[in-house]
Nanobody
Framework: EVQLVESGGGLVQPGGSLRLSCAASGFTFDEYAMGWVRQAPGKGLEWVSLISWNGGSTFYPESTKGRFTISRDNAKNTLYLQMNSLKFDDTAVYYC??????????????????????WGQGTQVTVSS
């Protein structure tokens, strides 16, 4: 059974930092691209970052580029997201997602849940003063 379990969310002030983790199990972790997707209150899904099977390629939308860093430790079957310089607009539920290929494709258009075959339960990140 595939499981993706996120942790590390919480309440942080603007300008602060958080590090999310995603513990993966039930599949061969180092054969697949992974990513982070978020959903803010009342809004649709937004991709946050993607990483290839070996960490050699990473992708970010303009909204997170330069502030967020995705990484993975294949020996520990764990995905990470380091978030710095957090803004109010970063408030959302953050989901760890598994891709179906080793190298991710930059999403185009509206993000749908069926673009990734497994999702974690999500972890809340709230940026507030």
């Amino acid at each position: 059974e595939v499981q993706l379990v996120e942790s590390g969310g919480g309440l942080v002030q603007p300008g602060g930092s958080l590090r999310l983790s995603c513990a993966a199990s039930g599949f061969t972790f180092d054969e697949y691209a992974m990513g982070w997707v978020r959903q803010a209150p009342g809004k649709g899904l937004e991709w946050v970052s993607l990483i290839s099977w070996n960490g050699g390629s990473t992708f970010y939308p303009e909204s997170t580029k330069g502030r967020f860093t995705i990484s993975r430790d294949n020996a520990k079957n764990t995905l990470y997201l380091q978030m710095n310089s957090l803004k109010f607009d970063d408030t959302a539920v953050y989901y760890c997602v598994k891709d179906v290929t080793p190298v991710p494709s930059r999403p185009v258009g509206v993000l749908r849940r069926d673009m990734y075959d497994y999702w974690g339960q999500g972890t809340q990140v709230t940026v507030s003063s």
